[in-house]
Structure formats: C-alpha cells, structure tokens
C-alpha cells in the first residue's frame, strides 16, 4: 500500500517560517511570513515527522517496533503473527491470517488517505514471486538495467564470478582506472549482493581497493559483471513450512594473502 501526500500528514514541533509563495501573497500584509504547522515536502524534518506519527500510530494500535530494525512493526494474535515494514510512503504487509491483513487494511485507510498496491510483485528492487509453495525473490531487473548503465549489456559470458586462481593487491605497477567509475561499480553490486550471495565474496573483494583502483582490479568487476549476465535470474527461494537452521563459518585469517596476514 501507498501513503498519499505522505509529508503533509505531520505536525512539526519546531518554529519554521516561510516567504508567502508568488500569487498569494496577503495584500493587507506582504512582508509577513507564514508559520508552519504542519510538514511540507523538501523540509529536512517531514521524513522523521513522518516516521514519528506512523510509528506512534501503530504502536497505540498494539505493534511492537522492531528492536534491530525500527521499520519493522509486529503484532501478535495468539498464534498468528502481522508483520509491516515500511518505507517512507510504502508498506508491505503479511500475516499468516488474512482476516488480520484486511483488518490491518481498514484501520490504515481509517487514519490515512491509502492506495492499495495489491499483491506484492516489486519493492526497493526486488522482485517478489509468491507461489503456494514458497516465495522466489531475486533482482533480474536490476542486473539487466545495472549491465545497460555500465555499457556491459553485450559482454562475453561467464560461469563463475572470480577465478580461483586470481591475486588482487595494490600492485603500484599497474595503470590506475577512473576511480569514480569503479567505486560506482562497486555500490551497484554491493546493493544487488542482498539478493545473491554467491557474489558476496567477489565484490567485496574488489570493493578493498576503491581507493585506488588500477587495470586488474576493473578487469576483476568487471567478470563478475559478466558472470551476471550469464545468469540474470538467479535468487533466494523460501520455500513454505520449512525448518529453519542458522549455520555459521569463520575461517578467521587462515589462507589470505601475506599483506593481509596478522602474523
């Protein structure tokens, strides 16, 4: 669901003025200013007003705001669980009964002016498939639309995103590359990394030499880049009533490059 004209919906506590805008200036006083009582868009406090009136909104309703992420808003029923997130104007919401959805709906469309969105499909780049067997989420979009930014999109394909055999370090001796360039490489796949975690290790691999990039380093992006196109649609799928089990590695500093080593 959306939020309409989200920033005109909070109150400020601070003193802010502003110039009467051109064609309704008070004839009687034109040299006064107005004062504000409530949030206009392009003011640096509207996001936190904003924020502020939601978040008490549906903390008053019984949520519960999330302890590492304060986005996240939860509601208990017993055995059934309401789950929101929000992101300034947008929220998703899920529940494992759908009589709280609709009734999460209402009480929304009660307090604000709302547009339904329907099911999700789309959000924050992120492409969501919900299936009664699970739920595939990936970023094919992006990946199609981050190869066409860079001038990629007819690149050689490529199995894997870094061969085993590759020794990155700050070689002086190589020919430097636009560092604005290569840092922005680095931020796109950073981003995209939510969603494939078998590039985790690539990028933030070449990500430790975006102070000063050279030659072998942009030639290590760019394979991932390629390595990307040859699979574009590759995400993580959840499949439904499954178990759950956390594993963790650490392989602390065992096998990295003598620069790096702390011995």
Known sequence: MDVKSV?????????????????????????????????????????????????????????????????LFIKRYNNDILVVQIYVDDIIFGSTNECYCKEFSKLMQGEFEMSMMGE???????????????????????????????????????????????????????KCVDSKLYRSMIGYLLYLTASRPDIMFSVCLCARFQASPRESHL??????????????NLGLWYPKDSSFSLHAYSDADYGVPPEHANC
């Not at 051109?22 to 200013?33: L, Q, W």
């Not at 640096?44 to 949520?63: D, M, P, T, V």
Request: glycine share 6%; hydrophobic share 35%; proline share 4%.
């Open 120 to 174: 999700l499909l789309f959000f924050l780049g992120l492409q969501i498939k919900q299936r009664k067997d699970g739920t595939f989420i990936n970023q094919a979009k992006y990946v199609n639309d981050m190869l066409k930014k860079f001038g990629l999109e007819n690149v050689k394909l490529q199995a894997t995103p870094m061969s085993s055999s590759i020794k990155l370090d700050k070689y002086e001796g190589c």
């Open 7 to 71: 920033f005109l919906n909070d109150f400020i506590n601070e003193e802010v003025y502003v110039e009467q805008p051109p064609g309704f200036e008070d004839s009687k006083f034109p040299n006064h200013v107005f004062k504000l009582t409530k949030a206009l868009y392009g003011l640096k406090q509207a996001s936190r007003a904003w924020y502020e009136r939601l978040s008490n909104f549906l903390i008053e309703k019984g949520f519960e705001k999330g302890k590492v992420d304060t986005t």
């Open 219 to 232: 030639v290590a992006i760019k394979r991932i880049f390629r390595y990307l196109r040859d699979t574009p």
